[in-house]
């Protein structure tokens, strides 16, 4: 864990991000944007949308039971576990029609770290100071988390949805720029005993995700403005859960 207090080791997260994806049909070097395209428009994981509606089911059942006894955070905390590997394995994997099967490498790498951590957390915990926090700010954060469960957006990525039906069809618990605001949310509010450096490894990953989609959304796809309103959780939760997690470190 103390590689994780140099300067050095958030440079090699974001040079994995840089690994070249593998493919089964070879491509030039020069479409990689339109191999993680056509990767992230038809990952693995949109194959099973069946279990959407019942992983968020389950998923606030586990909250809720969390909420009224804390010795089920533990399982909250392996649920997110289950969730970090599943994007790993499966968003960042396709079938695609010009590259055959796909990996994006840096991408299911990073996701993996992520899951690691989390489960890091399972094992090595301590007390979180955070959680009794008096700021307001908390409310804030807590608000954008639900957003980001809630990913009230229709399958096109232009129109506003909040209905119940598209709550229960989207595939924001399956995609890691959505988990990762609400696990991070819970993880400093919520949860007992955390792990600092979850807290600032998925911090920063997330802050690296949440710059690619504020570039991709608001600036190359302007036309998608609502897409990128959406991702907002991620960058925000992300910065303050790095940035809390730094002081907590050092006080340690």
């Given at each position: 864990m103390k590689y994780f207090n140099k300067w050095w080791s958030y440079v090699i997260i974001v040079l994995i991000l840089f690994i070249p994806s593998y493919s089964t049909i070879a491509y030039n070097p020069e479409n990689t944007q339109d191999v993680i395209k056509e990767v992230?428009?038809?990952?693995?994981?949109?194959?099973?949308?069946?279990?959407?509606?019942?992983?968020?089911?389950i998923f606030i059942f586990i909250l809720l039971?969390?909420?009224?006894?804390?010795?089920?955070?533990?399982?909250?905390?392996?649920?997110?576990?289950?969730?970090f590997l599943v994007t790993a394995l499966f968003q960042t994997t396709a079938y695609t029609e010009n590259f055959g099967f796909v990996i994006l490498t840096g991408n299911a790498i990073l996701n993996l770290i992520v899951c690691i951590f989390w489960y890091?957390?399972?094992?090595?915990?301590?007390?979180?100071?955070?959680?009794?926090?008096?700021?307001?700010?908390?409310?804030?954060?807590?608000?954008?988390?639900?957003?980001?469960?809630?990913?009230?957006?229709?399958?096109?990525?232009i129109n506003i949805d909040f209905s119940l039906k598209n709550l229960l069809i989207n595939n924001s618990m399956v995609t890691f720029c959505m988990i990762t605001p609400v696990a991070l949310t819970i993880n400093l509010?919520?949860?007992?005993?955390?792990?600092?450096?979850?807290?600032?490894?998925?911090?920063?990953?997330?802050?690296i995700f949440g710059i690619i989609n504020m570039i991709t959304w608001f600036i190359l796809n302007?036309?998608?403005?609502?897409?990128?309103?959406?991702?907002?959780?991620?960058?925000?939760?992300?910065?303050?859960?790095?940035?809390?997690?730094?002081?907590?470190?050092?006080?340690?």
């Open positions: 992230l428009s038809s990952p693995l994981i949109y194959n099973n949308n069946w279990i959407y509606g019942m992983i968020k089911i039971l969390s909420i009224y006894n804390t010795k089920y955070q533990k399982i909250l905390n392996g649920y997110f576990i289950l969730l890091i957390q399972a094992v090595k915990s301590k007390p979180n100071q955070i959680k009794k926090s008096k700021s307001n700010l908390k409310y804030g954060l807590i608000f954008l988390a639900f957003i980001a469960f809630y990913f009230p957006v229709n399958s096109s990525g509010f919520l949860i007992n005993k955390i792990n600092f450096y979850t807290l600032r490894v998925t911090g920063f990953i997330g802050i302007p036309k998608m403005t609502l897409m990128g309103i959406v991702h907002i959780p991620l960058l925000v939760i992300s910065l303050y859960a790095f940035v809390i997690s730094n002081q907590y470190i050092k006080e340690d």
